[in-house]
């Protein structure tokens, strides 16, 4: 699980069923508390209450096998250089901005594309911000009102490729339909969930680690599973975002891809048989 904002401890008392006054934060013994609680309950069960209430939770080696990404031709285009290519990016944090650099790196011309009230988080350590965005230019919109919405979907529509991260309701709750723009637009709409754009995880809440933990990538121990990496789920799903994009834009057509952390770090645990060690 990872319990990463505010509201994913305020929500603790009724995903455990516990007393509020019993939990604390994110502190050592918070977390005590909460892998006691947990450690009484069917795993399946806990995941499945964590889902309802919007947070990131999941049994390890969950996923098992999936496709590496799943794209959806929507249109034509003939194919085209990469350099000069034209993305948006809307993800924030790791993913999205990694598979955005990188496509800067060959060429691109990436703007990165942030809410007025909801800036990406990674700006809060400069570095981490910085090296993802070196050389991008930079473009915010006010998504509350309907000239921010409208700017928007303006830009979508003129740029070779979007990258966001949104859950598909996130974006359907401001009218952006994907597949509406996409069939005139951009070439190729890549969206990096935690869990798939398709139901019935289409509203799942997921970061790196529990992401990679749902794909079976972790280390094993005596005592159990341990992480691999920190978040380790986000890096590889920016590194496969960009190969399927340099893949698509070469190919030629329009697309709709679909990037799942999960799915990505099932496909790098080539485990499709035990998310536990063999022998």
Same mark, same amino acid.
């Given at each position: 699980? +990872?319990?990463? %904002?505010?509201?994913?401890?305020? /929500?603790?008392?009724?995903?455990?069923?516990?007393?509020? $006054?019993?939990?604390? !934060?994110?502190?050592?013994?918070?977390?005590?508390? #909460?892998?006691?609680?947990?450690?009484?309950?069917?795993?399946?069960?806990?995941?499945?209450? /964590?889902?309802?209430?919007?947070?990131?939770?999941?049994?390890?080696?969950?996923?098992? *096998?999936?496709?590496?990404?799943?794209? !959806?031709?929507?249109?034509?285009?003939?194919?085209?250089?990469?350099?000069?290519?034209?993305?948006?990016?809307?993800?924030?944090?790791?993913?999205?901005? @990694?598979?955005?650099d990188l496509l800067h790196r060959l060429g691109a011309d990436?703007?990165?594309?942030? *809410? #007025?009230?909801?800036?990406?988080?990674?700006?809060?350590?400069?570095?981490?911000?910085? *090296?993802?965005?070196?050389?991008?230019?930079?473009? *915010?919109?006010?998504?509350?009102?309907?000239?921010?919405?409208?700017? @928007? =979907? +303006?830009?979508?529509?003129?740029?070779?490729?979007?990258?966001?991260? $949104?859950?598909?309701?996130?974006?359907?709750?401001?009218?952006?339909?994907?597949?509406?723009? +996409?069939?005139?637009?951009?070439?190729?709409?890549?969206?990096?969930?935690?869990?798939?754009?398709?139901?019935?995880?289409?509203?799942?809440?997921?970061?790196?680690?529990?992401?990679?933990? /749902?794909?079976?990538?972790?280390?094993? %121990?005596?005592?159990?599973?341990?992480?691999?990496?920190?978040?380790?789920?986000?890096?590889?799903?920016? @590194?496969?975002?960009?190969? +399927?994009?340099?893949? @698509?834009?070469?190919?030629?057509?329009?697309?709709?891809?679909? =990037?799942?952390?999960?799915?990505?770090?099932?496909? /790098?645990?080539?485990?499709?048989?035990? $998310?536990?060690?063999?022998?």
């Amino acid at each position: 699980m +990872t319990l990463a %904002r505010p509201d994913d401890w305020a /929500a603790l008392p009724a995903w455990l069923g516990c007393d509020p $006054s019993a939990l604390g !934060q994110s502190t050592p013994e918070g977390w005590e508390l #909460v892998e006691r609680l947990v450690a009484r309950r069917d795993a399946a069960e806990v995941v499945a209450a /964590a889902v309802v209430l919007g947070m990131a939770a999941a049994v390890v080696g969950e996923v098992r *096998s999936a496709d590496l990404t799943r794209m !959806q031709r929507v249109g034509e285009a003939p194919p085209r250089p990469l350099r000069g290519l034209r993305v948006a990016n809307l993800a924030a944090l790791w993913a999205g901005p @990694l598979a955005a650099d990188l496509l800067h790196r060959l060429g691109a011309d990436v703007i990165c594309v942030e *809410s #007025v009230a909801r800036p990406d988080g990674s700006r809060a350590t400069p570095p981490w911000f910085d *090296s993802l965005h070196a050389g991008q230019r930079f473009a *915010s919109f006010d998504l509350r009102t309907d000239a921010g919405v409208e700017g @928007l =979907v +303006t830009m979508l529509s003129e740029v070779d490729v979007v990258i966001e991260g $949104s859950r598909p309701r996130a974006l359907e709750q401001l009218g952006i339909d994907a597949e509406a723009i +996409t069939r005139g637009g951009p070439r190729v709409w890549a969206s990096i969930t935690g869990h798939g754009r398709r139901q019935p995880n289409a509203m799942r809440v997921a970061f790196g680690d529990d992401a990679a933990a /749902a794909g079976g990538l972790v280390g094993w %121990r005596p005592g159990g599973p341990v992480f691999l990496a920190d978040a380790v789920a986000d890096p590889l799903a920016g @590194l496969v975002t960009a190969a +399927t994009i340099v893949e @698509l834009i070469e190919r030629g057509g329009r697309w709709l891809v679909d =990037v799942a952390l999960a799915a990505v770090a099932a496909a /790098a645990a080539d485990r499709p048989d035990s $998310s536990a060690p063999t022998g």
